[in-house]
């Protein structure tokens, strides 16, 4: 503080040093910039010697001090959790956050998502449907470059969507555009997406990470429209970007990011309190107090339907046995996981991918799976079944205290679950959907039918539970085509009905997204579809 006294009078924000504001900065960060609490206030007030009065102009002047015009320069450094040798650079193989990170600095898409989850034009001008929703039309940007000087033009935007078609195509999200027949080029920024089904919800889906426009001819190499260029990129190490001062829109604020992992939890957490980095991804549920008690970072914590998940595979045992699945679905302690090992920042998992924050396609009607080891322990006797092995790594919050409740759980009914702890390096290569039980998260999709075509469509790239239910297929691509509200809502409980009774997945618990991020850094959007904003924070984010 300027003056150490007691302070009646209206003070502001500029008044207080940078102690003091960082203070202010990160109260008005945990109520999302909207009413502060009493506590929050007599905090406050406790540290800086104002009286309410003073601390509710603080308040406001501070709120709009951070809404203030960003700042150009500076560097940070990003922590993933995850990273291995499967890093890549070709958008339609995007597995990881890691390679979404990447992806959104280095390319962009035709759409991207506002937090709401509203499809914004981004290299598409505007976009818009037949009548039927059958046929779609995207006008394209004409100012923009790629990094090698090279203008981008319609062939760029048929190159790029066209590779996730066709029976050759090793897009991960084939499964998702099924309902795309083929991509045409009806001007030199102008493009059509001819459809085999109809698909109102298209804009929305062209806004998940793998639909990315890469250079007519290529497969990406680093080389995109993006806010920043790529320097140097080490798969399982890091790469360095630095800001595109040829960027089509405004520009990136930051000068240079560097992106990397830290596979251990504890050691993530540590860098960022020491200010070795300044953005850390999957914050453990054990480390929120530590975070939240520190003057320097905050902990951002976005409610969403990010899964913790145990993924038992179908086309081998134990998970062939519809029963031994049902055991292992029943023996989870759902409210004690939500309440003691998320902390209460996630909700109930009900062994379906679809939650509240899916709107009107959620199926609430859906009866709650509970806890129930009597249950858990008939199934496992039906079964034939008395042992079991779970591959664990920490990809997704509290996810191996999860695995160990249920550990104890089952040993409590004569079951023996064992668990094998794997290295998080290379752990989506090498154990997700190799291992007959294996954990797994999934970032939340745009919409309903993304989210389950990408992980139960029929054949999908992605069916890691390889459970292939031939009316799950049909009912995928006639909801997309149904207008009627209640006949579309019928069609999706159906859906989740499938799942919930037929598929390997076991899913107790949503989290939400928690990352850790340094008080100076600003600008980190919203958007609740993966870490730190979906990824969306390095054009925006800005050091204060």
């Known amino acids: 503080m300027k003056d150490k006294k007691p302070v009646s009078g209206e003070l502001g924000f500029s008044d207080l040093d940078s102690h003091h504001q960082a203070l202010v900065e990160k109260i008005l960060r945990k109520t999302g910039g909207g009413d502060y609490s009493r506590r929050d206030a007599l905090k406050l007030m406790m540290a ?13 002047t501070g709120g709009q001090a951070m809404a203030q015009t960003p700042k150009k320069g500076g560097s940070v450094r ?4 995850l990273h291995g040798p499967d890093d890549t ?14 992806g959104r600095t280095i390319y962009n898409s035709l759409i991207q998502h506002a937090d709401d989850l509203t499809p914004q034009p981004e290299l598409a001008t505007s976009f818009e449907s037949n009548g039927n929703a059958t046929e779609w039309t995207f006008k394209l940007r004409k100012d923009v470059t790629f990094h090698d000087g090279s203008p981008f033009s319609a062939d760029d935007v048929v190159w790029s969507m066209n590779r996730h078609l066709g029976e050759d195509s090793t897009s ?6 099924s309902s795309v027949k083929e991509w045409k080029k009806t001007g030199s920024h102008e493009c059509k997406a001819i459809m085999n089904s109809p698909n109102a919800d298209l804009p929305v889906v062209l806004g998940i990470f793998q639909n990315k426009i890469v250079k007519n001819g290529t497969t990406g190499e680093g080389n995109g429209t993006g806010p920043f260029t790529m320097e140097s990129f080490e798969p399982g190490v890091k790469s360095v970007h630095k800001r595109n001062e040829n960027y089509w829109r405004k520009g990136a604020n930051l000068d240079v990011i560097e992106v990397t992992a830290i596979t251990d939890a504890v050691a993530r957490v540590n860098a960022l309190l020491a200010g070795d980095v300044q953005l850390i991804s999957t914050v453990e549920p054990k480390a929120f107090r530590q975070i939240e008690e520190s003057d320097n970072v905050t902990l951002l914590s976005t409610p969403a339907a990010l899964q913790v998940a145990i993924c038992v595979l179908k086309n081998t045992e134990p998970g ?10 029943y023996i989870q302690d759902r409210e004690r996981i939500v309440k003691r090992i998320l902390k209460g920042k996630g909700s109930l998992g009900n062994d379906t991918p679809i939650m509240a924050a899916h709107g009107a396609d959620w199926c609430s009607e859906l009866p709650q799976r509970e806890f129930d080891p009597d249950r858990a322990k008939s199934y496992f006797k039906k079964a034939g079944v008395s042992t079991a092995e779970v591959f664990v790594a920490p990809v997704a919050p509290g996810i191996e205290e999860v695995t160990l409740l249920a550990q104890a759980n089952c040993a409590k009914i004569g079951f023996d679950l064992k668990i094998k702890k794997v290295p998080t390096d290379g752990y989506w290569g090498a154990v997700w ?43 995928l691509v006639t909801s997309l085509a149904e207008t009627d509200p209640d006949k579309r809502h019928a069609m999706y409980c159906e859906m989740q009905t499938l799942i919930h009774e037929g598929s390997g997945m076991v899913i107790p618990a949503f989290s939400n997204i928690n990352d850790g991020i340094a008080n100076n850094v600003m600008g980190v959007p ?7 904003g979906a990824f969306e924070w390095p054009e925006f984010a800005w050091l204060a």
């Open 48 to 60: 800086t010697g104002v009286t309410a009065v003073t601390a509710s102009n603080l308040f406001a």
């Open 78 to 81: 990003f922590a993933s959790n």
């Open 89 to 102: 650079l070709d958008p339609s193989l995007f597995t990881s956050s890691i390679d979404y990170m990447r």
């Open 172 to 177: 991960v999200i084939k499964s998702v555009l």
């Open 320 to 329: 062939s046995n519809d029963d031994f699945v049902k055991g292992m679905q």
């Open 433 to 475: 959907m190799n291992e007959p039980l294996n954990v797994v998260t999934w970032n939340m999709r745009p919409t309903a039918n993304v989210q389950m075509a990408i992980q139960f469509g029929p054949g999908a790239a992605w069916n890691d539970t390889y459970w292939n239910n031939e009316r799950m297929g049909e009912l």
């Open 526 to 532: 919203k958007v609740p579809l993966g870490q730190l």
